[in-house]
């Protein structure tokens, strides 16, 4: 489904969503972020750093253990505050463009004692959209619905928490290590997902020790600060 702007001509008041009518976009994406610096207690994590990224662009954000990668990403998603700089993102809209982000962190937010079923309803309901028939047959986890997520493997978790992207057309994808725990079958299934989303205009950014999948368009190498 590519995404799309529908709605008011101003770009200032204008959304994205999806559009199954429409095979191309209307309005172009851009992501940046600009000086931003991270301070956790009174260690400075990164300085100055800037990306940016367009519509159906992948930028792979890599680096050793704690040079920032996740803080990072949190701070796009709007998890954490920057100690200065900003994150912005073109057109804009009243309500900001955090709403407009899927955001799949290192740890895959599912509650053990729910079913997979009942943890992806719960973001049904809160979303007000999705098919939930349709995620789990994406990810190959139809047979695991109605068990509960304690008794799942690790891989089996991390595919559940990924059908949670195909409940929710969101232009903007922010994913933590996203291949932890995934077999090829599995790293298969992503891939597929993943392309699809920037083949639709979709844009990700992907923190990562390993070679995605998917041939990333940017590379953001960070370092120690």
């Not at 429409?22 to 301070?39: E, H, I, K, W």
């Not at 803080?71 to 900003?86: D, E, K, M, W």
């Amino acid at each position: 489904v590519p995404y799309r702007i529908a709605g008011p001509a101003s770009a200032a008041d204008a959304t994205w969503r999806g559009s199954a009518n429409s095979a191309r976009r209307t309005t172009d994406m851009r992501l940046t972020g600009s000086n931003l610096t991270a301070v956790r207690g009174f260690k400075t994590i990164f300085t100055d750093l800037s990306f940016d990224v367009t519509d159906g662009e992948l930028m792979a954000v890599t680096g050793p253990n704690g040079v920032g990668k996740s803080t990072l990403l949190r701070i796009v998603a709007g998890l954490a505050v920057p100690a200065s700089g900003t994150v912005a993102c073109e057109p804009a809209n009243e309500d900001g463009y955090r709403h407009q982000v899927h955001y799949l962190g290192h740890l895959d937010g599912l509650k053990p004692t729910l079913t997979v079923w009942q943890n992806l309803e719960f973001w049904r309901r809160f979303w007000g959209s999705g098919d939930i028939d349709e995620g789990l047959e994406r990810l190959g986890i139809p047979h695991l619905a109605h068990l509960p997520v304690a008794v799942l493997s690790a891989g089996q978790k991390r595919r559940t928490a990924m059908a949670r992207l195909t409940l929710a057309t969101r232009p903007i994808w922010l994913l933590d290590e996203p291949l932890t725990a995934l077999d090829t079958a599995a790293e298969a299934v992503f891939a597929g997902l993943l392309s699809d989303h920037m083949a639709a205009g979709g844009l990700a950014l992907a923190a990562t020790h390993r070679d995605l999948p998917v041939a990333a368009t940017r590379q953001l190498a960070m370092e120690a600060a």
